[in-house]
């Protein structure tokens, strides 16, 4: 049973930067990819960035694209959103989630940590 714990978060002016991390626990941790999503109030959840856990490769979302950066650890099975210029809009839960094999949805969801950027 794989668990995720997102930290990180916190409150912060328009045109900082936060790093979030996502730590994985288990008997033994795998993944086909890792990805970061956010949900904000009244909106449903959506795609920030994803990172293939083999290879290193990424994907992001348009919203975020040159201010975000996703990067892992698989030594420490961690992953990192590194968040610059952040703007009032990124305002939300960001959640990390496991996508476990190429066909299958993210899941393993963590609790989530709050990111909230003032203006």
């Known amino acids: 049973q794989v668990q995720l714990v997102e930290s990180g978060g916190g409150l912060v002016q328009a045109g900082g930067s936060l790093r979030l991390a996502c730590a994985a626990s288990?008997?033994?941790?795998?993944?086909?990819?890792m990805g970061w999503f956010r949900q904000a109030p009244g909106k449903e959840r959506e795609f920030v960035a994803r990172?293939?856990?083999?290879?290193?490769?990424?994907d992001y979302a348009d919203s975020v694209k040159g201010r975000f950066t996703i990067s892992r650890d698989n030594a420490e099975n961690t992953v990192y959103l590194q968040m610059n210029s952040l703007k009032p809009e990124d305002t939300a839960v960001y959640y990390c989630?496991?996508?476990?094999?190429?066909?299958?949805?993210?899941?393993?969801w963590g609790q989530g940590t709050q990111v909230t950027v003032s203006s």
């Open positions: 288990g008997r033994t941790f795998s993944a086909y990819a």
């Open positions: 990172i293939r856990w083999s290879t290193g490769s990424t």
């Open positions: 989630g496991r996508k476990h094999t190429s066909f299958s949805s993210y899941g393993s």
